[in-house]
């Protein structure tokens, strides 16, 4: 009767039950917990992964190795941060490893730009009251742009950044996914944001060449 029931159980659980029944199930072979990680979480973690990767292309590939680690490592989760949390670090990580191979093996890393001295004034460790990137506009051509300039912000940056604004996620759950001090995160945040309005602008700016020699411009 348990085994007919379990997917009604799961949808009226707190989050906290969620991840104590996803987790236990997981650990047990469960086949109902399989099907409602990847129902929760597959889609959720496949954005995530490709607006960390340079190549998108590369995704599918980084959240197969992503749940294959959750398989293989949900033994090992002790509860010391939510199930999520966890699973988003896991997901960060490998990220990270598909980076660090396509620099290696293909050569096409993103140059990113030096951080000069890291000397961090007061407003470093401020939030950003301003609207993010991503609260520009809702059209679709325009978020494109961003999506293609977000490419362009480092790496460690773009990771807070993809965390915070797209994912929502908050800055205390975002130290502990990337394993960082809060002013980091908020220091990172803010940075990135700075570095993505910068290369918008860029975009915005090529985008419309014509605008720039009045002789091709129509009469109005």
């Known amino acids: ?32 917990a399989y099907e409602a990680l990847l129902t929760r979480y597959e889609q959720p973690i496949y954005n995530l992964i490709s607006r960390l990767v340079d190549e998108p ?22 509860g010391e941060s939510s199930f999520k949390t966890w699973l988003y670090r896991i997901a960060v990580n490998e990220a990270r490893n598909q980076r660090r191979w396509f620099t290696r093996h293909r050569g096409k890393e993103v140059g990113l730009d030096p951080l000069p001295g890291e000397s961090q004034g007061f407003q470093d460790w401020l939030e950003d009251s301003g609207p993010s990137p991503f609260d520009i506009t809702l059209d679709h051509e325009t978020h494109g742009l961003i999506e293609e300039a977000l490419k362009a912000v480092s790496p460690s940056f773009r990771a807070a950044l993809v965390l915070r604004d797209v994912e929502g996620q908050s800055y205390e759950e ?19 944001r700075e570095a993505l309005r910068r290369s918008l602008t860029e975009k915005l700016g090529a985008k419309a060449p014509a605008l720039r020699r009045p002789a091709v411009v129509p009469a109005l």
């Open 1 to 32: 009767m348990a085994d007919t029931t379990v997917g009604y159980q799961f949808e009226a659980l707190s989050r906290h039950e969620e991840d104590h029944w996803l987790v236990e199930g997981l650990r047990s072979g469960e086949e109902t």
């Open 57 to 78: 292309a590369d995704a599918a590939d980084v959240l197969q190795d992503v749940f294959i680690k959750v398989f293989r490592k949900v033994g090992s989760f002790r």
């Open 174 to 192: 975002i130290a502990e996914i990337l394993s960082i001090s809060l002013g980091t995160v908020k220091s990172r945040i803010m940075r990135g």
